[in-house]
């Protein structure tokens, strides 16, 4: 009995945290393990009642609220079918020789809508490197290092997906906010 207890434990806690790493993929690299977007996920929130329209406008107005130039940050779209949006993300803090350094990151986000229901797809995040005298520069694929070789964790890594994950969280809030005031706000 207490084993059966005991695996329904461990199985309970997998699948909860099953959910939170839908939206990563790990990688490893010579014993270290990074995390990095899932390029394939889709995500998709369903709204009961609510047609395409009327979650295409709601997706505008969060992506306004959201962005400070929205106009900038939307690179597509077409009416109540489709939205792309390429904006900046969060920073990324990397500890390197007891000093921090702090990088911007960018995401690209796909969304699609039908009638009572809508589906986003991250489906790129870039981190900004500033050119040196050793690096070039540029835009590259975000990689979390979130342990070293020897299998300890790294906490800087790890609180860098925390605050992705609140930053896609955020996008998800602002939208469902959006779409509940159509109904409380259909008579002001």
Do not use: C
Not at 15 to 26: C, F, K, M, P, R
Not at 117 to 128: A, G, L, P, S, V
């Amino acid at each position: 009995m207490k084993k059966a207890i005991i695996i329904a434990m461990v199985l309970a806690f997998n699948l909860s945290n099953a959910q939170v790493d839908s939206l990563w993929t790990i990688t490893k690299v010579k014993d270290a393990a990074y995390k990095s977007v899932d390029k394939e996920t889709k995500h998709v929130l369903e709204f009961e009642g609510k047609t395409a329209n009327e979650l295409y406008n709601s997706t505008r107005v969060a992506i306004g609220s959201l962005w400070k130039n929205p106009d900038e940050v939307i690179a597509g779209e077409v009416d109540n079918q489709y939205i792309k949006v390429n904006g900046g993300a969060t920073s990324v803090a990397v500890s390197s020789l007891g000093a921090i350094y702090y990088f911007n990151t960018r995401v690209s986000i796909t969304f699609k809508f039908k009638d009572n229901k809508m589906m986003y797809q991250i489906t790129n995040q870039e981190t900004y490197t500033s050119p040196s005298e050793y690096t070039s520069g540029g835009w590259s694929s975000t990689m979390y290092q979130v342990t070293r070789r020897n299998g300890k964790r790294i906490i800087a890594g790890f609180d860098a997906v925390t605050e992705f994950e609140l930053f896609v969280q955020g996008i998800e809030n602002a939208i469902i906010k959006e779409v509940e005031s159509l109904t409380t706000n259909e008579g002001w």
